[in-house]
């Protein structure tokens, strides 16, 4: 089963996993994180998980126990950073290992994890380690929505509202490329690359300033790339999107390392670079990108238009995406 | 890296997971499940986490995809059950799935899980599908403890107090060795034993009935079986145990299945069973018993004496543990 047909699969399962769940539960499974009410708080628990398999997500080839760590905690994070204000609150991880697993491997793990969580002040809450064919990560987290903020859904986006990306684009699949064994461009462009693919940061400050500029009416992450989350926030929200392409946010090293369109394709389509995706009104828009806390890159429009990307006027075809293994 | 390793290598791991916990975490991992501490509130949370992995804790031969979602969610609850007066609050999942998995055992995944969350007033707050080469199902669960109740720990117990167990012990083991092939017994028998294996009943009412006749000074689960849990328990409170296997609850089904001493053996050493393990003053357990809560088995002596465990006043040698797939 393909990374589509796991799209697929889960819109079989989820309605009625929403279906089950109880008034407690403010916003229900099929955003980026869930949020539950916390009866007499004022603060509301935002929770997600995520788990990362061996030969589907990642090889030991190209990713140390930190690297694993360090990742498996922050695609979670960033989950919470996607549902808006939130500070991080506590962790759970459960770790599948082989017999060749070395237990100096285990170790790093945990010290990625450590590390990471240490930097947001999120409490590892507990750690189950058992044995498996492949190594497993799963980890799940819990923050806490910042008291006066609302959770920021898929669903928000209305015409005439900005599009906005924070960091850079593309770099996490130039990296898997790189790791996977391309070996054009420099050194140091190639390390640049790689490091977004195998220790992306969490945009936690980011989602924090953006709330503050904003607030944003809609928001996630890009973790399965920009324009499978634009189309997931299109689709949540019932309108169209227009992208400019010459606009989208790219780093000095994937330029250098990429020729010419490709740079391009690898930031519409690429994915795991775990930057944030957002609409914002106009004047929010500015507010946020004079600041330097995101790029615009486009509109909403109306959903009869539908998903365009352009460049300099012209229609841009958008690749179908960058699968990992597949 | 077989269960044995396992344990080793948590010991070697827990010190730092521990140390780097904040004060919002009152009972730090180590236990069955650990403490946080919610600001302001006056429930704690109690969060855990397990993972079941195929080839290593279940085979698909005997498993159906409704007794894995029951079973992985039941395992996490045996654990919160085994903090003692724990209210369930919200559960994720990941769930890896290969390429051969049957879309129809995805859903019936689910459906196990539902039917069981549903029962306990779980809401499921998310799921992750993704690809493995392993079928793998990964689930936190969080829970409240019930207002002006404490967590009981493993570290509880002191020289005279009784040893208590709830339910019978042993079938799960003696369900493990029939759907792995053995095929003595009565047909009826062998749906019994196996359905303890597969259907294990987290023991959420029985933890609050023992608060409320307790409250227990010790409690866990009976997860890698009862000689392990007391050993545990034991260790953490720095005591010795007197145990009398011939008051070790037995169901009918075990004691018509197995044959003389390897009933007893199996109820010692065997796991899964997800009964809980505790102890209590002479007095409390009393009353435990004769409101049928919990089944008096020994009783914890000074940590001189060690552990013992006695038949009819002779020593009797208790089995190393059943391992599986070892």
Redesign the interface.
Known sequence: ???WG?WR??A??LP??RR???G??RV??GDD??V?R?P??PAD?V???????????FETRWTSGEDLGHKALAVNLSDLAAMGDVRP??G??????T?R?P?GF??NF?RGL?HL??RH?L????????????L?A?V?V?GLLRRGRRPVLRTGARAGDRILVTGTLGDAAAGLAIVSGRRAGTARDRAFLARRLLRPEPRLAAAARLAALGPPPSLMDSSDGFWRSLTLLCEGSGVGARVDVASLPLSASLRQWARGGQAVDLALAGGEDYELVLTAGPGAAARMERQGAARVVGEIVPRRFGLQAHHKGKPWRVPRGFEHFD
Do not use: N, Q
């Not at 929770?47 to 997500?57: A, F, L, P, Y």
């Open positions: 089963m393909g990374r796991e699969l889960l079989k399962l009625a996993l089950a769940c109880s407690r539960v229900k499974p994180a869930a539950l916390w007499g708080r628990l929770v997600t998980t995520d788990m990362m398999v061996e030969h589907v997500h609150f506590f759970l991880v459960a770790l599948g290992i017999p697993t237990v285990v170790e945990y450590r969580a240490d002040g409490d590892l809450a507990g750690g189950d380690t058992v044995r498996s064919k492949v497993v799963s799940m819990a």
